[in-house]
């Protein structure tokens, strides 16, 4: 089981990930709120030769399902330009949020797009890392909340061999229950490529996206420590800084 956390320190990711005690590690290689292509990171080899294996989260600007052509456009951009700055670190994936369209425009047109952005990158050859599609807390037009809509995605997308990172923290806020969640998703996308492990500031389908550490939140800790040991996958903990170390003991003692 490799266990690890989005890491605070952009510049040195692996020494960050070294005191941590992690086999894995997630990071942004552009600031998060922009657009701004990734420059070369300076630690690229020692990142490519470190047993810790990393991982990169994608802007949050990001949406690929919207149907607004000006927010779409630089978003598949971005997306391209992540992933091949993923590819260039040896990162074993990107994360990409599900993303969602404007109130009352049509969630399909949304999940169109979705496939698009793979269709078009496939007549250029596919990505050169896995797209890790995340589900999200908030919206009633989002491509990636409900299981419904997940499995509606999944039809369009799942055979360009899109990947998937749940989250627990935005699937129990989202309003889905935790209790056998692993198989409820395994059902629909085939695979569980990275689980972020985080506990909810709020309640059950609040629609909120507040993580917190693993003992402090709304949810049950057991079923986090559950899902970490059906999952399958490597776990990347989003949760406050503060209360980090303790949370990577507890998921040592009990889920390994
Ligand atoms: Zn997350």
Same mark, same amino acid.
């Not at 890491?7 to 070294?18: A, N, S």
């Not at 260039?88 to 990107?94: F, K, P, Q």
């Not at 990947?163 to 699937?171: E, I, N, S």
């Not at 903990?237 to 507890?250: I, N, S, V």
């Given at each position: 089981m490799r266990i690890g956390a989005?890491?605070?320190?952009?510049?040195?990711?692996?020494?960050?990930?070294?005191r941590l005690g992690a086999d894995v590690i997630q990071m942004f290689l552009t600031d998060p709120q922009k657009w701004e292509k990734p420059p070369t990171?300076?630690?690229?080899?020692?990142?490519?030769?470190?047993?810790? =294996?990393?991982?990169?989260?994608?802007?949050?600007?990001?949406?690929?399902?919207?149907?607004?052509?000006?927010?779409?456009?630089?978003?598949?951009?971005a997306v391209a330009q992540q992933a091949q700055a993923a590819a =260039?670190?040896?990162?074993?994936?990107?994360v990409v949020h599900g993303g969602h369209v404007r109130d009352g425009e049509d969630v399909n047109a949304g999940i169109v797009n979705w496939r698009k952005l793979f269709e078009r990158q496939a007549d250029k050859g596919g990505f050169p890392v896995p797209i890790l599609i995340e589900n999200t807390a908030g919206g009633d037009?989002?491509?990636a909340r409900h299981f419904d809509a997940i499995d509606r995605l999944w039809q369009e997308v799942g055979d360009?061999?899109?990947?998937?990172? #749940?989250?627990?923290?935005?699937?129990?806020?989202?309003?889905e229950e935790l209790v056998?969640?692993?198989?409820?998703?395994?059902?629909?996308?085939?695979r569980i490529d990275l689980v972020h492990l985080n506990n909810s500031r709020d309640e059950f389908n609040s629609a909120r996206d507040r993580h917190a550490n693993l003992a402090d939140g709304t949810i049950d800790p057991e079923l986090l420590a559950e899902v970490v040991r059906t999952a399958d996958a490597p776990v990347v903990?989003?949760?406050?800084?503060?209360? #980090?170390?303790?949370?990577?003991?507890?998921l040592r003692e009990t889920a390994g």
């Open positions: 989005h890491v605070r320190q952009d510049e040195d990711p692996i020494g960050y990930g070294e990171h300076p630690r690229t080899d020692e990142i490519r030769n470190s047993p810790i =294996d990393v991982v990169v989260h994608s802007s949050y600007v990001i949406n690929v399902a919207s149907l607004n052509n000006r927010l779409r456009m630089p978003s598949r951009n =260039d670190i040896g990162a074993v994936g990107l037009f989002a491509m360009f061999g899109a990947g998937f990172c #749940l989250d627990t923290c935005h699937a129990w806020a989202g309003g056998g969640v692993v198989e409820r998703i395994k059902a629909i996308t085939g903990l989003e949760t406050p800084a503060e209360g #980090l170390a303790e949370d990577l003991a507890y």
